[in-house]
């Protein structure tokens, strides 16, 4: 699989530098670090990011985007465990930035649903099971580290509603799980979450 890693950047830790470096991948790699912040708005400057990325990737002949943001912190194998979920949003596990840490990993629920659902993690029976079991259905949530199906960037720009709080993220993985698109995550591929403060959070 050609992988065109994408990171957007507003400031980039050095131990995302080093696992960008680090990343192993059987087929040719490309690393694209994307600074490009011409808003006075950091939502506005996160979807033109990512819409740069996606261009980017889309001019080439990739097969998969890799997003790994410039705060996360993958092991060397997540290609190869994301190749391995055959999806077409395919998930490694890190957690946001809270007071108490929420997995990225939401619940999906059955049918052809619209919500995306709570994380996991707000679940322990639910959250434990799904560590156990390890590779999981999800709707999705940040894309922190996520491996992005090419078929799915050209159906799809990031975007997000100018009347909304939330960031393009949110509103992308929406639209994956509304056209009932794939989604799944390694609940066992742990990723490190940087904060401001220098320390550095995991899955638990």
């Known amino acids: 699989m050609n992988v065109f890693v994408f990171t957007p950047i507003y400031r980039i830790e050095p131990e995302t530098l080093r696992a960008l470096l680090a990343l192993e991948n059987d087929g040719p790699l490309t690393v694209h670090l ?3 912040n011409p808003h006075a708005d950091g939502r506005e400057n996160i979807t033109h990011q990512y819409r740069c990325g996606r261009r980017a990737m ?10 790994i943001e410039s705060d996360i ?3 060397p194998d997540t290609i190869a465990r994301l190749v391995a979920l055959k999806a077409d949003v395919a998930y490694g596990h ?12 939401f619940e999906r629920y059955p049918g052809q649903p619209r ?3 709570e994380s996991l993690s707000v679940w322990p029976k639910k959250y434990k099971k799904a560590r156990k079991q390890g590779q999981v259905e999800c709707s999705g949530a940040g894309l922190g580290c996520a491996l992005i199906q090419r078929a799915v960037l050209e159906r799809f720009d990031f975007h997000h509603p100018a ?13 994956v799980l509304r056209a009932g698109l794939v989604q799944r995550a390694d609940m066992n591929l742990e990723c490190g979450h940087k904060d401001v403060d220098g320390t550095v959070l995991w899955p638990s």
């Open 115 to 117: 919500n995306e659902g």
């Open 163 to 175: 009347d909304d709080g939330g960031y393009c993220d949110t509103w992308f993985n929406r639209d």
């Open 73 to 75: 912190i993958p092991p």
């Open 58 to 67: 889309l001019a080439g002949a990739y097969d998969a985007m890799l997003v």
């Open 34 to 36: 994307q600074r490009d």
């Open 94 to 105: 890190y957690v946001f930035r809270s007071a108490t840490p929420v997995s990225n990993v």
